[in-house]
């Protein structure tokens, strides 16, 4: 919708606000927080939700505004948000996927050469307008499932000039949808480049890296990967430290492969989110519950790992906010359609139809801290809507891989 503009929607099959999602901050929600209204109306001015409500109470004064008319053919959601996105890098990692096929686990795979390192190296060598092309395609891919807001990670970069010319991609992509809001996130310690040693990557990391992506303001945010052969949590301290110190917000990879107590660290730290959490313990749980801390989940990682899934219902029912994500990437979860993983995640992580809309708007928007804007369909809230082809919301995960 163009800045400006009055939008009127009307004779949404059904339309839902997610108000209630808002109200308990994204925290045990129920069926009756999804805010349904049957037969819905919306309206749209200068980039904001102005008026909510069933089509027959569209007030008098809007009689006049050119209206879509939905004919009661189509749901209307609040515009999905995809927390959790590895969207640039060149190449493709289908011999390590046939590795793991063949038995072959993630671990053994970097071990060898493959693995982030093979990523790393076909992405340094791209240029920037490749880049640029091949996310432009991925972006349009993941919108057509009616996804309105993108996390980016950098990471397949690590070294400076590798790691900036991934973020330099973000504001072009930028102009190229504006429709779409993409946050940026530094993901310089994704894993540690062959070349140079812990110690001195590091430094440079904290010392460098940092402080340019700040000052340029390429990234929103920092992200480590913390994990068994990668970041350890004093390491992932260290360099969040100096993030939060340079006014950037912090996210954690945490308790993936192995339990590192990394999301109690995340919950701790005041990170916007622990994601993956496939290992969490008990008092991770409990941590998280605490705090203000999203918990996102990332299923279609967990099953393109054959791993078993994070405890979903055990986070829900602690109080935690948990969301989901795509964590799309060329290694662990080569799929750019959020609804997919929506139904992966009602099947194996047992997730009612309110907890994934949770997951999918308000709580993925805190996880990125745009929940004051995003993820809700009510009076000021950003215009970020989805127009489903589908009669119910429910449809958009019943069917599958479409
Ligand atoms: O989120 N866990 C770390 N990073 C990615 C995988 C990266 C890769 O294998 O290329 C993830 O799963
Ligand atoms: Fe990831």
């Given at each position: ?86 969207l640039i ?270 997951a999918t ?15 809700t369909l ?25």
């Open positions: 919708m163009g800045i400006g503009a009055i939008q009127v929607l009307i004779h949404a099959s059904e339309l839902l606000t997610g108000e209630g999602i808002r109200r308990k901050d994204g925290r045990r929600v129920k069926p009756q927080d999804v805010g349904r209204i049957p037969d819905g109306a919306l309206v749209c001015r200068d980039g904001k939700v102005e008026w909510v409500g069933p089509t027959s109470k569209l007030p008098a004064k809007y009689a006049r505004a050119k209206k879509t008319d939905l004919k009661g053919l189509q749901a209307v959601i609040p515009g999905l948000v995809d927390c959790h996105n590895h890098f060149a190449g493709d990692r289908s011999e390590d996927f046939a590795a793991r096929c063949g038995g072959a686990t993630y671990q053994e795979i970097a071990a060898r050469g493959g693995g982030i390192a093979r990523t790393v190296s076909e992405t340094r060598k791209a240029t920037s307008k490749e880049l640029e092309r091949l996310a432009t395609a991925r972006l349009r891919e993941l919108a057509s499932h009616g996804v309105r807001t993108v996390e980016i990670k950098s990471g397949y970069g690590l070294s400076l000039e590798a790691e900036i010319k991934i973020l330099e991609v973000i504001p072009r992509l930028r102009k190229k949808f504006p429709h779409l809001t993409l946050t940026a996130t530094f993901l310089g310690a994704h894993d540690f480049p062959k070349e140079r040693t812990r110690a001195e990557y590091l430094d440079d990391l904290v010392s460098r890296m940092l402080p340019l992506v700040a000052k340029r303001k390429l990234a929103d945010a920092c992200d480590v990967f913390v994990d068994e052969g990668y970041y350890t949590c004093e390491e992932a301290r260290r360099i969040l430290t100096r993030a939060r110190e340079l006014g950037l917000k912090i996210k954690f990879h945490a308790d993936e492969l192995a339990n590192t107590e990394s999301a109690t660290l995340a919950a701790h730290m005041g990170a916007l989110s622990a994601d993956h959490l496939l290992k969490i313990s008990d008092h991770g749980v409990q941590a998280l519950a605490k705090s203000q801390t999203v918990a996102v989940l990332l299923p279609g990682t967990a099953f393109y790992l054959k791993a078993s899934h994070a405890p979903a219902r055990k986070l829900i029912e602690a109080g935690v906010a948990v969301a989901i994500a795509t964590d799309f990437n060329p290694g662990t979860c080569v799929m750019l359609s959020l609804p997919s993983v929506m139904t992966i995640a009602a099947l194996y992580l047992g997730m009612t139809g309110a907890e994934l809309l949770a708007t308000y709580n993925a928007a805190k996880a990125l801290g745009l929940e004051k804007c995003k993820g009510t009076k000021g809230m950003d215009a970020d809507f989805a127009v489903l082809p589908y009669a119910r919301f429910e449809e958009l995960y019943y069917h599958f891989a479409r």
